[in-house]
């Protein structure tokens, strides 16, 4: 789940509120994969960023939950 804040109209942060954590190779990931995400969103201004390679799943349900947000009008 994420979680974002606007400024004039333009996402300036992003939060991950929650993250997969079954496994430390889940938490090895998240902590590649959602500053990366993360970065890409604010850059974009949008959910229409790539996925990161080796992280496929996080990358989808990050995006997933980005756009869920948006199209709710956060």
Avoid at 13 to 27: A, G, M
Avoid at 68 to 74: M, P
Wanted: hydrophobic share 35%.
């Amino acid at each position: 789940y994420t979680t974002l804040f606007r400024s004039q109209n333009k996402i300036s942060k992003v939060t991950v509120l929650e993250q997969p954590e079954s496994t430390e190779h889940d938490i090895q990931i998240g902590d590649f994969a959602f500053p990366k995400l993360i970065q890409e969103t604010l850059t974009a201004q949008s959910a229409r960023i790539d996925s990161v390679s080796g992280a496929t799943y996080t990358s989808a349900g990050y995006i997933k939950s980005l756009q869920s947000i948006l199209d709710n009008g956060a």
